[in-house]
C-alpha cells in the first residue's frame, strides 16, 4: 500500500518568505508527526497529532512555525518569514497508535534551503 | 531530562566485519528504547525495538540487549553487508506519558566490499 508521501521533495526559498510543507499519512493513522533533521544533527521533534486531540506543539522552535492536521488526515507544516537557520529536512511520519512503541512510518522529507 | 548518545560516525567497515554501535540514554523509570535506520534514499523505518530491561530486539541479524544497569542499548551485527550501508539513529521513548520519541544523531556506516 501507500507509504506516507511529503511534498515538495525539495524547496529553495529566500530567508523572510513563507513556506508550506505537506504530508499525506498513511490512511488510517491515527497520529502524526513532524520532525526536523539538520545537518549532522538527530531528529528534532516539532509537532504531534493525535485523532481530535489537541496537538503538541511543545517541539515548535517559534511561533514563525505552525502546524494543522484537516479532518485527521493530512498535515501542513507552516513556516513564515524564513530564516537561514530553518534550512533542514522536515519530516513527517504517521503510525496507527498514539502508542509510542508502535511503530512510525517516516516520508521521505522535504529539504528546505533557505538562501 | 531524557536523552540519547549515541556513537559519532562516519564508520567504516569491510564486509563480514563484526558492527557494534554504541547508545546509551538518560531517562526516568523504563523506557522503550529502538534502532532506526535510514538507508540512502529512503525514509526511516524502524529496525528493533525493546520494551523492557533485558529484552533483546532483533532483525535483518541486527540485535540490541536492552541494559538497564548500563543504561545502554548497543547495536550489533556479526557480519556485515555492503547492503547494511545506511545511517542508524538510537532512539528513546520515556515513561507511558510521554508524547514523543528522542532520536540521537544518528551514526553513518559505510560498508566497502
Known amino acids: 500500500g501507500a507509504g506516507v508521501s511529503q511534498s515538495p521533495s525539495n524547496k529553495v526559498t529566500e530567508k523572510g518568505k513563507d513556506v508550506e510543507l505537506r504530508c499525506d499519512p498513511i490512511?488510517?493513522?491515527?497520529?502524526l508527526y513532524w520532525y526536523r533533521q539538520s545537518l549532522g544533527q538527530g531528529l528534532e521533534f516539532l509537532i504531534y497529532f493525535q485523532g481530535n486531540s489537541a496537538p503538541d506543539k511543545s517541539g515548535l522552535p517559534s511561533d514563525r512555525f505552525s502546524a494543522e492536521r484537516t479532518g485527521g488526515s493530512v498535515s501542513t507544516l507552516t513556516i513564515q518569514r524564513t530564516q537561514q537557520e530553518d534550512s533542514a529536512v522536515y519530516l513527517c511520519?504517521?503510525?496507527?497508535?498514539?502508542?509510542?512503541?508502535?511503530?512510525?512510518?517516516f516520508g521521505p522529507g522535504t529539504r528546505l534551503t533557505v538562501t | 531530562g531524557n536523552s540519547v548518545t549515541q556513537m559519532e560516525g562516519p564508520v567504516t567497515l569491510s564486509e563480514e566485519a563484526f558492527l557494534t554501535i554504541n547508545c546509551t540514554y538518560t531517562?526516568?523509570?523504563?523506557?522503550?528504547l529502538f534502532w532506526y535506520v535510514q538507508y540512502p534514499g529512503e525514509g526511516l523505518q524502524l529496525l528493533l525495538k525493546a520494551t523492557k530491561a533485558d529484552d533483546k530486539g532483533s532483525n535483518k541479524g541486527f540485535e540490541a540487549t536492552y541494559r538497564k544497569e548500563t543504561t545502554s542499548f548497543h547495536l550489533e551485527k556479526g557480519s556485515v553487508q555492503v547492503s547494511d550501508s545506511a545511517v542508524y539513529f538510537c532512539a528513546l521513548k520515556g515513561d507511558s506519558s510521554a508524547s514523543k520519541i528522542i532520536f540521537g544523531s544518528g551514526t553513518r556506516l559505510s560498508i566497502r566490499p
Open positions: 531517562a526516568t523509570g523504563y523506557p522503550s
Open positions: 490512511s488510517g493513522h491515527t497520529a
Open positions: 511520519a504517521s503510525s496507527p497508535s498514539r502508542d509510542l512503541t508502535y511503530e512510525q512510518y
